[in-house]
């Protein structure tokens, strides 16, 4: 089991940009699958970015080139560099976690158990 509390949403014009935080503990081995999904209204929830224990990453192709998606293993800290924002990144994003027994297909929400509370980002055009 891992808690995931989300922070670093906002609102910002297209353009801009935002980092988004994960803070994640409360567990006994550490997460080995760790992404940000977004969800914007009357739409089903997907995938942006993953990393896993191998620092491999996969990125959805609506943010490759504009997302970055990186680990902190000393702080236990997730993050997603989000930069030329557009309106169409206007969702509730979320971080979910799962561990190496699980069998996850990266961007698939339905892969992963363990989910936060989520962000809210605004893009204004």
């Known amino acids: 089991q891992v808690q995931l509390l989300e922070s670093g949403g906002g609102s910002v014009q297209a353009g801009g940009s935002l980092r988004l935080s994960c803070a994640y503990f409360?567990?006994?081995?550490?997460?080995?699958?760790m992404g940000w999904f977004r969800q914007a209204p009357a739409m089903e929830r997907g995938g942006v970015a993953v990393?896993?224990?191998?620092?491999?990453?996969t990125y959805a192709d609506s943010v490759k080139g504009r997302s970055t998606i990186s680990k902190d293993n000393a702080t236990n800290t997730l993050y997603l560099q989000m930069t030329s924002l557009k309106p169409e990144d206007t969702a509730m994003y979320y971080c979910?976690?799962?561990?190496?027994?699980?069998?996850?297909?990266?961007?698939?929400?339905?892969?992963?158990?363990?989910w936060g509370q989520g962000t809210q980002v605004t893009v204004s055009s």
């Open positions: 979910a976690a799962d561990f190496a027994d699980r069998a996850v297909v990266a961007l698939a929400p339905a892969a992963y158990r363990y």
């Open positions: 409360g567990y006994t081995y550490s997460p080995y699958y």
């Open positions: 990393i896993d224990g191998s620092d491999i990453t």
